[in-house]
């Protein structure tokens, strides 16, 4: 079984940045695609980036240009750094992993906490 630990939530001032890390127990390269997906308090849980095995990033558009995703391939995980950060990104932040075959296998994280308030 998959494992995905994700690390760095916090309280951070509004313009104040984070870096979120989800570390997987199986190699990354192994999935077609990783990403971070957020949900707030009543709210469905949306996409905020995700990056292919072959390095193709997409953002959510409320986050382009604050929010890089990158990954490290050695270290088998994959990171969210968070600039300018905003009240409406307060959320519970998730690491997914996608392995698509005949049917798509998704692995999720526990969820870490970001909440941002002055």
């Known amino acids: 079984q998959v494992q995905l630990v994700e690390s760095g939530g916090g309280l951070v001032q509004p313009g104040g940045s984070l870096r979120l890390s989800c570390a997987s127990s199986?190699?990354?390269?192994?999935?077609?695609?990783m990403g971070w997906y957020r949900q707030a308090p009543g709210k469905q849980r949306d996409l905020v980036a995700v990056?292919?095995?072959?390095?193709?990033?997409n953002y959510a558009d409320s986050v382009k240009g604050r929010f890089t995703i990158s990954r490290d391939n050695a270290k088998n995980t994959v990171y969210l750094q968070m600039n300018s950060l905003k009240p409406e990104d307060t959320a519970v932040y998730y690491c997914?992993?996608?392995?698509?075959?005949?049917?798509?296998?998704?692995?999720w994280g526990q969820g870490t906490q970001v909440t941002v308030s002055s």
């Open positions: 997914n992993a996608d392995k698509f075959t005949i049917a798509t296998t998704r692995y």
């Open positions: 990056i292919s095995s072959g390095g193709s990033t």
């Open positions: 199986r190699s990354i390269f192994s999935f077609n695609a």
